[in-house]
């Protein structure tokens, strides 16, 4: 069974940092580019960045770059979220999503194949 988990989530101060993980069972991340998704309280689901196959990234959101981190470990067969700096607008359910065949750039999320079910992170002093 195609499968990812998120974890790494929790409640961490404005400033404060946390790394989040994505973890993929029944294939191979190798090939796959990996996006990371932030649903907000009361909004729709957005993208933050996108880790491409080669290991580049693409930012979604202006607001993730200088602060946001993503990194992928093929051998580990996960991916990685950094995030720093954090403010109280970062909080959400995060999620991770791979797909190989994009139609846009950067992908809408319809365009990602296989979805975790998230992790939350709450942001707040």
């Known amino acids: 069974q195609l499968q990812l988990v998120e974890s790494g989530g929790g409640l961490v101060q404005p400033g404060e940092s946390l790394r989040l993980s994505c973890a993929a069972s029944?294939?191979?991340?190798?090939?796959?580019?990996i996006g990371w998704f932030r649903e907000a309280p009361g909004k729709e689901r957005e993208g933050v960045l996108l880790?491409?196959?080669?290991?580049?990234?693409?930012y979604y959101e202006h607001s993730a770059l200088g602060r946001f981190t993503g990194s992928r470990d093929d051998a580990k067969n996960t991916v990685y979220l950094q995030m720093n700096s954090l403010k109280p607008e970062d909080t959400g359910t995060y999620y991770c999503?791979?797909?190989?065949?994009?139609?846009?750039?950067?992908?809408?999320?319809?365009?990602?194949?296989?979805w975790g079910r998230g992790t939350q992170v709450l942001v707040s002093s």
């Open positions: 999503a791979a797909g190989r065949m994009f139609r846009t750039w950067p992908p809408r999320g319809s365009e990602y194949t296989n």
């Open positions: 880790i491409k196959a080669n290991g580049g990234t693409t």
């Open positions: 029944g294939f191979t991340l190798d090939g796959y580019a």
